[in-house]
């Protein structure tokens, strides 16, 4: 008997040693990266480098000096800004909105016609593969308290989140403001680093061209970071996009000042 327990622990031991090295168990996947703005910074400064280097290709192709890549660089980086600004505002704040509507409802539904709900919410977890007994056990706990039966039923049958009180949407609208300004500002800094070294436009925009791949890269890394994927895949992919809507904005404006026939 006593050699039996012997063997039984010293099996159960192995595979506790075995299940913490990852010995019989998959790597386990890579976490995103968190933060209240991450998402907000990375695809804002992506969306502003494209855009600003994209404008400076067409400008360039069109063959207009540093100075007018400068002014309308920025004018138009300021004004796509605020637009990105304005909009991630809107849009947070209409979701929020949203969400707290949908939940006033679901909140209704729950004080006054409790036991459908209550039945419908059983079904749910029926459908996800649930037995029977165990989701009425489920079911019946969180009818015990209103406000966790509530939420549940938000993410479980409406696919939502409860609204987070402490979310400002005027924050993200700030924030990805600001995120635009200064990632869109990268490819213009070609133009202004280099007057002291330089008259040539051509060098200018190839400094562009490096400063623009550089930040790429950067947050193409960042991206991979958010949602797990792979580093050089996200690189490559980020600098694809970068380099095809700039080559397509530089092909446009030099064919369209072609046939226009200006200088």
């Known amino acids: 008997m006593d050699q039996k327990n012997s063997?039984?622990?010293?099996?159960?031991s192995t595979a506790l040693l075995r299940d913490e090295v990852g010995g019989d168990r998959e790597i386990r996947p890579r976490e995103p990266w968190k933060g209240e703005f991450v998402k907000s910074i990375v695809?804002?400064?992506?969306?502003?480098?494209?855009?600003?280097?994209s404008l400076i290709s067409s400008i360039s192709a069109t063959r207009r000096s540093s100075v007018d890549v400068l002014v309308l660089g920025f004018a138009n980086l300021v004004a796509d800004g605020i637009s990105m600004g304005f909009g991630d505002f809107v849009s947070s704040s209409t979701e929020k909105d949203v969400a707290a509507r949908e939940r006033a409802v679901t909140e209704w539904?729950?004080?006054?016609?409790?036991?459908?709900?209550?039945?419908?919410?059983?079904?749910?977890?029926?459908t996800l593969g649930m037995d029977v007994n165990d989701a009425m056990t489920v079911v019946n706990i969180f009818a015990k308290y209103?406000?966790?039966?509530?939420?549940?039923?938000?993410?479980?049958?409406?696919?939502?989140?409860?609204?987070?009180?402490?979310?400002?949407?005027?924050?993200?609208?700030?924030?990805?403001?600001?995120?635009?300004?200064?990632?869109?500002?990268?490819p213009l800094l070609s133009f202004i680093v280099l007057i002291p070294f330089t008259h040539s436009d051509t060098l200018?925009?190839?400094?562009?061209?490096?400063?623009?791949?550089f930040a790429l890269a950067l947050l193409g890394l960042a991206k991979a970071k958010i949602a797990g994927q792979n580093y050089a895949f996200s690189m490559v992919v980020t600098l694809f996009n970068g380099a095809i809507a700039a080559a397509a904005a530089y092909t446009l404006g030099s064919l369209l000042t072609n046939v226009a026939g200006l200088e």
């Not at 539904?109 to 029926?126: A, C």
């Not at 200018?204 to 791949?213: D, E, P, Q, S, T």
């Open 43 to 53: 695809y804002a400064g992506l969306d502003a480098i494209v855009t600003s280097f």
């Open 204 to 213: 200018k925009f190839v400094g562009a061209c490096v400063l623009a791949a």
């Open 109 to 126: 539904d729950v004080s006054n016609h409790g036991g459908t709900e209550e039945l419908g919410l059983l079904r749910q977890y029926q």
């Open 7 to 12: 063997v039984g622990a010293t099996t159960s």
């Open 146 to 186: 209103k406000e966790i039966m509530v939420d549940e039923k938000m993410m479980a049958q409406k696919g939502m989140l409860p609204p987070d009180q402490a979310d400002k949407p005027w924050k993200h609208g700030l924030v990805t403001f600001a995120a635009f300004l200064l990632f869109g500002s990268v």
